[in-house]
């Protein structure tokens, strides 16, 4: 098995740059069909559709850029990865937004895909 910490770093890499990017299509690929969603708005997105419609509804931000700590992980199962984290956003004009963002991530395919997400803003 993955490296859990390895596995969580990689994955908010990929999330990180897709999020910089405004691809929301690699943003939604990394999340699996069966996933919960709890982003910044009040409402659970469900599925790579909710995950989709959140980021499309999310307001353009220029020149974004976020910092990420993994705090911690583990892999309670077999291609199951649990991460919690905080990131930081920033972007033009903006000093920055602390986020406390927790994960669980699943191998589908070869690949690790998040199945749950949680983000508190600080």
Same mark, same amino acid.
């Given at each position: 098995?993955?490296?859990?910490?390895?596995?969580?770093?990689?994955? #908010?890499?990929?999330?990180?740059?897709? !999020?910089?990017?405004?691809? @929301?299509? +690699?943003?939604?690929?990394?999340?699996?069909?069966? /996933?919960?969603?709890?982003?910044?708005?009040?409402?659970?997105?469900?599925?790579?559709?909710?995950?989709?419609?959140?980021?499309?509804?999310?307001?353009? #931000?220029?020149?974004?850029?976020?910092? !990420?700590?993994?705090?911690? @992980?583990? +892999?309670?199962?077999?291609?199951?990865?649990?991460? /919690?984290?905080?990131?930081?956003?920033?972007?033009?004009?903006?000093?920055?937004?602390?986020?406390?963002?927790?994960?669980?991530?699943?191998?589908?395919?070869?690949?690790?895909?998040?199945?749950?997400?949680?983000?508190?803003?600080?």
């Amino acid at each position: 098995m993955s490296d859990p910490g390895t596995v969580a770093t990689e994955f #908010l890499l990929r999330w990180t740059d897709s !999020f910089c990017s405004g691809d @929301s299509d +690699a943003l939604v690929d990394l999340y699996t069909d069966a /996933a919960l969603f709890f982003g910044s708005a009040p409402d659970l997105k469900r599925g790579m559709e909710g995950v989709r419609s959140y980021f499309t509804d999310l307001p353009s #931000l220029h020149e974004p850029h976020v910092d !990420f700590e993994v705090l911690a @992980s583990e +892999a309670p199962t077999p291609g199951t990865v649990t991460c /919690a984290s905080m990131l930081t956003f920033r972007w033009t004009g903006h000093a920055g937004t602390r986020v406390r963002l927790t994960h669980a991530l699943v191998e589908e395919d070869g690949d690790w895909r998040c199945v749950l997400h949680h983000a508190t803003t600080m």
